[in-house]
């Protein structure tokens, strides 16, 4: 059964409910397959064994297999009045809802079992077990490696070569984050302790905030001129001004 948790959530751990549809105990009945006023009685065949014994003679000797009662299906018993909701199998489809501890620091897929929470057994048997497994919503901030929490910071040309301080997003709330003048693109910065608890485990993982330079594709006349005049100052080649297309409507007629 899947259950849907946010990262938040999975980060502190949390309580759900997982609700699905399965086989229940008939209620008319309680299970044991036969009308209120009637019991099941016990199978001649197999002696309530619910399988039979075969000998056989071959070259290493006897040989004894035993295989399911024909009589009885294996049950052990015969119901010879059948309950009219389940018809003699002792359960009928109905909704289950089983309350879910989702732990601190657990990743998207991995399963949690509840052992005998699952769909009821034939006839008062033994029910199954359930397994929920956990699917966690993607964040729209954070991208989950590990233990580790990655989150992508978009920064300025200027921002970048003048530095800036800048607030954050953690999952304990807003921090600030220093840029130092002259950060390249791709530069990872790591806050420790700030990632996702370890599962089942003290300590968690670490934030990594990797910065991203804004690099526009197109500027202002104004500010590309700035931008021209700083190459030149530093000395650096660039490529000429982009003329217009008045201008380049002139330059052929010439």
Do not use: W
């Not at 897929?109 to 359930?130: F, S, T, V």
């Amino acid at each position: 059964v899947p259950v849907s948790v946010t990262l938040a959530e999975v980060a502190s751990g949390t309580t759900t409910t997982a609700t699905f549809q399965a086989p229940v105990e008939c209620g008319r009945c309680e299970g044991n397959g036969a009308e209120p006023g009637s019991y099941p009685t016990r199978c001649a065949v197999c002696d309530g064994v619910g399988e039979v014994r075969q000998m056989r003679r071959s070259l290493l000797g006897q040989v004894i297999t035993t295989a399911p009662c024909d009589a009885c299906r294996g049950a052990g018993s015969i119901v010879s009045n059948p309950c009219k909701d389940c018809h003699g199998e002792g359960r009928v489809h109905g909704a289950h809802e089983v309350e879910v501890e989702v732990p601190a620091g657990i990743a998207d897929g991995q399963r949690l079992r509840y052992a005998g929470r699952g769909a009821a057994g034939p006839r008062g048997g033994r029910p199954g077990d359930l397994y929920v497994r956990i699917d966690v919503q993607p964040h729209p901030t954070f991208e989950r490696h590990g233990d580790d929490l990655i989150a992508v910071q978009r920064v300025s040309f200027a921002q970048a070569v003048l530095g800036v301080h800048l607030p954050i997003e953690t999952l304990e709330g807003p921090e600030d984050l220093l840029v130092p003048a002259g950060t390249p693109s791709g530069r990872v910065f790591r806050r420790r302790s700030r990632g996702m608890p370890h599962l089942r485990q003290r300590g968690r993982g670490d934030l990594l905030v990797r910065v991203d330079v804004d690099i526009p594709e197109s500027l202002p006349p104004e500010q590309e001129a700035l931008l021209r005049k700083l190459a030149e100052l530093r000395g650096e080649e660039v490529a000429p001004a982009r003329e217009g297309f008045i201008s380049k409507i002139k330059s052929a007629f010439q």
